[in-house]
């Protein structure tokens, strides 16, 4: 299925004159979830990262007791992508329910507030 930006609501250039010396061409990135080969870019991850290398980590005190698990994410990801294809009018209630389920936040117990946590990749280009 091919996806593209829908049409602009309004023309904004008609709206406020004053801004179309300022309009230029720009790419918009839709990224999909994937399997990257090494050679080729990724958001989101998974990051190709050297073995040799320390993956970096956060050593600034706040508090690390709580947060989300990645495979909490990645299930909301997966269960809003299939809610939201062409022909489907969202989430239904179960979903719903799914949804708020792998939203909470999860305790870590003997996790202190200076523990290095590893960071969160986003881009790898």
């Known amino acids: 299925m091919t996806r593209s ?3 602009r609501p309004l ?3 008609a709206e406020f004159p004053e801004l179309a010396d300022h309009r230029a061409v720009c790419t918009r990135l839709h990224p999909r979830p994937g399997v ?3 050679g080729e870019s990724s958001v989101g991850g998974p990051l190709l990262w050297p073995m040799d290398e320390l993956w970096p980590v956060c050593r600034k005190p706040h508090p690390r007791s709580r947060g989300r698990r990645i495979e909490d994410v990645h299930e909301q990801r997966r269960v ?6 062409p022909g489907d ?3 239904t209630d179960e979903e719903r329910g799914v949804l708020r389920s792998l939203g909470r936040e999860h305790r870590v117990p003997g996790v202190d507030d200076t523990d290095p946590i590893p ?3 986003l881009a790898q280009l």
Do not use: N, R, S, V
């Open 80 to 85: 809003l992508a299939q809610a939201w294809l």
């Open 11 to 13: 023309d904004i250039e």
């Open 119 to 121: 960071l969160l990749p």
């Open 5 to 7: 930006t829908p049409p």
């Open 89 to 91: 009018a969202g989430p």
């Open 36 to 38: 990257p080969k090494p």
